[in-house]
């Protein structure tokens, strides 16, 4: 094995990277393992974070990584396929076979998104498939739109898109399912309901043109959101010992989990996925873990074990 790390930090979005800009400037030893495969490689641009809104996800991770280098943070690009309890803390092994160790663990290897099983939709997604008008409402403003959602979840989906532009047909797998309630709601929005599924996305390239429902029929739309769930991306926190709930997993607010000396940060907790509260759940999670750590430093009988 090779030398110990004070955290390895699992994922390199904006939660894993905050926490080991905050963790370097605490004079932590981390080092950052990163499969470049993140969340939001399909999109073209990072929304909602001050002062770097707009900015493409990837020049957003080289900046970060300069940043970094200035606080000797190390960035390996590898996936972590497995970690365990060890004499130190933990064990982490790369797909590459290598073994590392690590007082403790954050884990921020995020969510993957489910989506619609609809022909011409995964290669759009990111450009005119979308999935958070938080994220992508505004560039999307006053065009014409399509939901595609199910359920109560599904109908206020659709409502809240509606505020971007007052053009939206919602677009639900069996619209005969809809409730009076469901129909209603729809209704006081202006929403229109498609009267059968869509199969089909069409349009040049990653531009949607036309949505194609089952008869044939062509519904002119420039852009299509969905809400249709997610999933972790890793299982880690599962092979660790970490309660889930769903798509994410149990933790306090800064991060903590059940497992002592694991920490989770970023979309796999149940915050808002947005990148700025990643972000600012990776800052809280450092902040934590070094405190930990410093407790541990002054008194190595409050080093608490996993397993």
Known sequence: MSECWDVIVVGGGPAGLSAALVLGRSLRRTLIVDSREPRNAPSHALHGFLTRDGIDPHEFR????EELARYGVQMRADTVVDAAVCDVGFSVKLEDGTELRSRKLLLATGV?????EIEGLAERFGDSVLHCPYCDGWEAKGRKLGVYGEGDAGVAFAVQVAHWSPDVIFTPPDPEALSKAHRR???AARIEIAPEPVVRLEGPGTRLEHLVLRSGRQIAREALFFKAG?????????RLGCKQDGASVRADPSGTTCVPGVYVAGDM????????????????????????????????????RAG
Do not use: F
């Open 185 to 187: 709601d729809l209704a």
């Open 230 to 238: 997610c999933v972790l991306a890793s299982d880690l926190a599962q």
């Open 112 to 116: 993957r998104d489910v989506l619609p």
């Open 62 to 65: 080289r900046s970060a990584a």
């Open 269 to 304: 907790s149940p915050q808002p996925k947005l990148a700025i509260v990643a972000a600012a759940e990776g800052m809280q999670a450092a902040m934590e873990l070094h405190s930990e750590m410093r407790r541990e430093d002054v008194d190595p009988r409050r080093v608490s």
